[in-house]
């Protein structure tokens, strides 16, 4: 393997082509995508420098028996599945595997019952995030987690990543959201697991197991989630400090004090003006960090937790502190941290990671990014979910630069960056998952019994290895 990429993508030993003339034969309605060109577009997600295989065909399933189908056929004529939302994933997780089949899940795109006595929501997998969002916010209601990509994920790949977002800090990664599944087993028996109950400690749990699995357990067909009443618009903040460690010091400081901002997100200076370039916010450009803050609690209150935000990002050292004027300015200004990656995107090839700390090491944490990029002489633009501990430095390479080389600096210094995340008690993905791209660090990262109690999950539950072979584990 060349220095710096990522692992050779699965090879296939099934039989392909008689599982597309049974797929024929048996689906006829089945949406089924077998030429080149179609399938092209199935064979990458969003990461950059990824090895990957071309699907042997892409099937868009409308209903569950379809999906109960099509994994049965695999699993009959040795195929393996790829389950797929909208691709959006940092970790190669939907990227196609030479000769396996694609279950993209797009068509599958309704919100079926919006239950108001409950507070739940019952929905299709492949509905967009944001999707969701609108249509429980007709109703007055929250589904609260958000990814910054949430105009184009969806629940399915949320759920198979156990998706995080900018207001989890207060309401939770998606898996907390979960209390009900539909899943498909590597056999192609359906389960209904969990439903509406609040509370349900029936047996083992199997829903936090698939929550987050990436496809690698179960495909989920259908999915009940919690809901809230909508919170109040939110006060918003924008602290600018004139150091990364100040700014890691406020996020110490806001979580010392025991507030729970709704938002606590931190960006560079690197992003700052990445963002400002394509956005014009008008943004302290000269600040080595920003912090976006903000409140949902009602009336009077959300002042006063900002308020409260302000002491301690003043006591950290802020320079500039500036409160968003209206709704319209906040929404902007939270547009701006979303589209951060996007605007790095500009300057070169990106390559966004996803390292995780407990919450009072963020300080440690941008240091050690700093001297990262230093030292291999790499620009990287930080920015992330401070207040969870979790941030994503995302290594700009030039677009003129042969890949094999770059491939191999950024290997380079990725492999710093999680040996400083592990020292420092962290993790190697705090959302994104392992997928594809950070295989070789789950067994350093939880070792090795760990692991193979992973395995033992991974042959009990898909025995033959067809769900997504190769993903988060390394195939035997
Ligand atoms: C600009 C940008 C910003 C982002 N911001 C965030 C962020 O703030 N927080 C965050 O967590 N992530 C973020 N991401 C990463 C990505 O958007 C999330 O991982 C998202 O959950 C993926 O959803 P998707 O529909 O694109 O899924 P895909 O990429 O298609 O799939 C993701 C994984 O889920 C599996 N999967 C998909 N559907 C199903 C199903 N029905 N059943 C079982 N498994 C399934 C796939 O096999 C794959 O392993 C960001 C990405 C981008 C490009």
Redesign the pocket.
């Known amino acids: 393997m060349a220095p710096g990429s990522t692992p050779a993508p699965a090879r296939v030993r099934g039989d392909g082509a008689a599982l597309l003339q049974s797929v024929a034969a048996r689906l006829p309605d089945l949406r089924l995508l077998t030429d080149a060109v179609d399938r092209e577009s199935y064979r990458r997600?969003?990461t950059a420098y990824l090895s990957t295989g071309l699907p042997l065909a892409v099937a868009l399933p409308d209903t569950t028996e379809q999906v109960a189908e099509l994994v049965r056929l695999c699993a009959q004529f040795g195929v393996p599945v790829?389950?797929?939302?909208?691709?959006?994933?940092?970790?190669?997780?939907?990227a196609g595997i030479e000769g396996a089949l694609t279950?993209?899940?797009t068509r599958?795109n309704r919100v079926l019952e919006i239950d108001r006595e409950n507070l739940v929501v019952v929905t299709q997998?492949?509905v967009?995030?944001a999707d969701l969002k609108k249509a429980v916010a007709a109703e007055g209601l929250f589904y609260a987690?958000?990814?910054?990509?949430?105009e184009?994920?969806?629940?399915?790949?949320?759920?198979?990543?156990?998706?995080?977002?900018?207001c989890?800090v207060k309401y939770g990664?998606?898996r907390d959201a979960v209390l009900g599944l539909e899943?498909v087993m590597a056999d192609g028996t359906v389960l209904r697991l969990g439903g509406r109950n609040v509370k349900d400690v029936a047996g083992y749990g199997l829903i936090p197991l698939?929550v987050g699995?990436?496809?690698?357990l179960?495909?989920?067909?259908e999915a009940t989630l919690r809901l809230r009443v909508a919170p109040p618009p939110r006060a918003t903040l924008l602290a600018f400090f004139a150091s990364l460690d100040a700014a890691g010091d406020a996020v110490a400081g806001i979580i010392r004090a025991g507030i729970v901002p709704v938002t606590l997100e931190l960006m560079d200076r690197t992003t700052i003006r990445a963002v400002d370039d394509v956005h014009r916010l008008g943004l302290d450009r000269d600040a080595a960090a920003m912090l976006l803050v903000e409140s949902d609690l009602p009336g009077a209150a959300a002042q006063a937790e900002v308020d409260a935000a302000e002491a301690a990002c003043g006591d950290a050292g802020a320079g500039l502190l500036v409160r968003a004027r209206d709704a319209t300015e906040a929404e902007w200004l939270r547009e701006g941290r979303?589209?951060?990656?996007?605007a790095l995107e500009a300057q070169g090839v990106a390559r966004?990671e996803?390292v995780g700390v407990p919450r009072s090491l963020v300080p440690e944490l941008l240091r050690a990014i700093e001297g990262i990029a230093a030292r291999h002489q790499i620009t990287v633009g930080t920015f992330?979910?401070a207040g969870d501990g979790n941030l994503?430095p995302t290594f700009i390479l030039g677009r003129d630069e042969p890949e094999d080389a770059a491939a191999a600096r950024l290997h380079a210094a990725r492999a710093e960056l999680f040996e400083a995340a592990l020292r420092l008690g962290g993790t190697v993905t705090?959302?994104?998952?392992i997928?594809v791209v950070r295989r070789d660090w789950l067994v350093r990262q939880r070792g090795e019994p760990a692991v193979e109690a992973m395995r033992a999950i991974k042959r009990a539950l898909d025995p033959q290895g067809i769900l997504?072979p190769g993903?988060?584990l390394a195939e035997a």
């Open positions: 997600d969003e790829v389950p797929r939302g909208a691709g959006s994933g940092l970790s190669g997780g939907a279950i993209a899940f599958m997998p492949g967009v995030n987690p958000d990814p910054a990509s949430y184009t994920c969806t629940i399915g790949g949320n759920l198979g990543t156990n998706a995080g977002g900018l989890c990664v998606t899943v698939i699995s990436q496809g690698t179960a495909l989920v067909t979303r589209l951060a990656y996007r966004m996803d992330g979910h994503h705090g959302e994104h998952g997928g997504n993903r988060v």
